[in-house]
């Protein structure tokens, strides 16, 4: 079964630190997604990835950057952490198949930044 | 633009009854989409999905939806619902490619 794993699955965070967020698919999957979730606007997309070493920004980029150093591999940062990016994160990874193809997702991390 | 619509933030139901989440889409074109369900501190697993073809679509344990174009919606339903379905539901379409738009989510609550 498809399997995205996300580390950590919770952090607290000070106020201007540097929060590295990680996640592997041993999916084979092209694409890589990072999502946020906030109570009352659902999933917005912060980044992703269609190959390594590239990456894209989503619908929400400010305040985060991403790497992709591998297939398997995709990172979030926030280099100086505010109030405001508390929130869950989640990774996902999907194949190149069409609009139709399945996106699987990790269980998520719950970032809270103080 | 692609985007999709989920009007209820919350719906309460009691075991046994049945069950119509509600989603509405503005999509360009023809549209794909998606219902997705996510359990307490899970993530979000697909329960079923739609492209363009029979307007009724069956998904897994039970859940099924329906396209309507006149009406722009893809309401998700159950015939009798289990406590085990609580979790929050969302609605998804795909644009620019493979990135996903979703609704903000609708929490089911299943009464004893």
């Known amino acids: 079964e498809a399997a995205v794993t996300q580390s950590p699955r919770s952090k607290v965070a000070v106020t201007g630190g540097k929060v590295t967020l990680s996640c592997h698919q041993t999916?084979?999957?092209?694409?890589m997604y990072w999502y946020r979730q906030d109570t009352g606007h659902g999933l917005r997309l912060i980044h992703y990835?269609?190959?390594?070493?590239?990456?894209e920004k989503g619908d929400i980029p400010d305040g985060y950057k991403a790497s992709r150093p591998s297939q398997e591999n995709f990172s979030l940062i926030l280099e100086l952490a505010s109030l405001s990016q508390t929130a869950v994160y989640f990774c996902?990874?999907?194949?190149?198949?069409?609009?139709?193809?399945?996106?699987?997702f990790g269980k998520g991390t719950r970032l809270t930044v103080v | 633009a692609q985007s999709v619509t989920q009007p209820d933030a919350r719906v309460t139901v009691s075991e046994g009854a049945s069950l119509q989440l509600r989603c509405k889409y503005s999509?360009?074109?023809?549209?794909?989409l998606f219902w997705y369900v996510q359990y307490p501190r899970q993530g979000l697993q697909l329960l079923l999905k739609?492209?363009?073809?029979?307007?009724v679509v069956q998904g897994v344990n039970g859940f099924e939806a329906e396209f309507s174009k006149s009406n722009s919606s893809f309401h998700l339903r159950k015939a009798s619902v289990h406590w085990s379905d609580w979790a929050v539901y969302f609605c998804?379409?795909?644009?620019?490619?493979?990135?996903?738009?979703f609704g903000t989510g609708t929490s089911l609550l299943v009464d004893p």
């Open positions: 999509y360009f074109g023809t549209p794909y």
């Open positions: 996902a990874s999907s194949d190149a198949r069409g609009h139709n193809t399945e996106v699987f």
């Open positions: 998804a379409a795909p644009y620019m490619g493979y990135k996903l738009t």
């Open positions: 999916n084979n999957h092209d694409y």
């Open positions: 990835s269609y190959v390594a070493d590239s990456t």
């Open positions: 739609y492209y363009p073809g029979d307007p």
